[in-house]
């Protein structure tokens, strides 16, 4: 394999247990990896986790994959990504998405509509602070700064420590085209999720027609190691028949969406069918097995060797591997790819 395609480890966020990935992390650093990357959904939150993972590195690049924007303000978000950054010695990457309507409004009890335009207050802001070029005013329709009622004492304020870095990556979370479009025009990368690698085109072709050269592409990949392909694959639709089926309104559901942008539209009906309706096994039964092989890696180490050609040849610069976590599959897999 080429040197142009990295890789990156994914963690995701917590499931029902407290989930410490040190080892797997100090094993990808040592075999290789680029970067490690954790999300949040409405568990355990992004930003600690990654914190803990850059306290016992020093190369690997650390990323958040994503940080849901409406957690926390755009002051708050910027203050936390300098302090992380100069912490790492300059190895962040802020990953930032709009999650959707179901965590956004039942979760964090704000208003869903138009998360284009608040997305680019949210950057705008967020490198206004990091700029330090004067104190901050924003006359948003979202973020007003200072805040036009309350108290009536807000006042400008400057960012008060220099960062290490004047400006930190930002990173959107998009799948949605008119999302794609503004990653392409504002981030300094686009973390796409459930990418098929052979219908990259067909998917966000016309999104990426003015794609930066500098722009960073980073696709997270379920991975999935076993000799035992059936049992991979089995493995390997469960995630799939998650997202594509329940993580998200019927009709609001942006993981579905882009299944459907794949050619996948009729399957993806099916899955979120049967998942809605409870029958959670044999949605998971009705992930297409070309969807899984197109959108994860799985198999032996030779088998995703192989695979990861594929990506190679795509648009995509960096493969986070989603769930890999045993530091033998690790190791096995940096032998075979030779890193």
Not at 38 to 51: I, N, V
Not at 207 to 225: C, E, G, K, Q
């Amino acid at each position: 394999m080429g040197h142009d395609l990295k890789l990156g480890l994914g963690l995701g966020y917590w499931a029902k247990q407290p989930d410490d990935a040190t080892e797997a992390v100090l094993a990808a650093e040592e075999v290789g990896f680029d970067s490690v990357w954790a999300g949040e959904a409405y568990g355990s939150d992004a930003l600690t986790p990654l914190t803990w993972y850059a306290a016992r590195t020093t190369r690997i690049k650390i990323g958040t994959s994503i940080i849901q924007l409406d957690a926390r303000t755009p002051a708050n978000a910027a203050m936390a990504a300098m302090t992380l950054d100069a912490l790492s010695q300059g190895r962040l990457m802020l990953g930032l998405g709009v999650s959707g309507p179901q965590i956004v409004e039942g979760w964090y009890g704000r208003p869903f509509p138009k998360p284009l335009a608040r997305t680019r207050e949210y950057v705008e802001i967020m490198r206004r602070i990091w700029d330090r070029e004067e104190p901050l005013t924003h006359e948003g329709e979202f973020f007003p700064l200072p805040h036009p009622g309350g108290a009536g004492l807000g006042k400008p304020l400057r960012l008060i420590t220099e960062p290490f870095r004047p400006r930190v990556p930002v990173y959107l979370g998009a799948q949605g085209p008119k999302n794609v479009a503004l990653a392409v025009e504002i981030g300094d990368g686009w973390l796409p999720a459930f990418v098929h690698v052979d219908k990259f085109q067909e998917m966000y072709g016309d999104a990426l027609v003015d794609r930066r050269p500098d722009l960073d592409i980073v696709a997270s990949v379920n991975t999935f190691v076993d000799d035992d392909l059936k049992a991979a694959f089995r493995r390997a639709k469960e995630p799939l028949a998650w997202y594509v089926g329940g993580m998200g309104a019927k009709g609001a559901n942006f993981h579905y969406d882009a299944v459907t942008r794949a050619g996948f539209g009729q399957e993806a009906e099916r899955i979120q069918e049967l998942f809605l309706a409870g029958r959670r096994d044999e949605a998971v039964d009705a992930v297409p097995d070309e969807l899984v092989d197109g959108t994860s890696l799985i198999g032996s180490p030779k088998r995703i060797k192989e695979r990861l050609e594929r990506w190679q040849r795509s648009e995509v610069d960096t493969v986070v591997m989603m769930g890999l976590r045993d530091t033998a599959d690790i190791r096995a897999l940096a032998k075979e790819i030779d890193l």
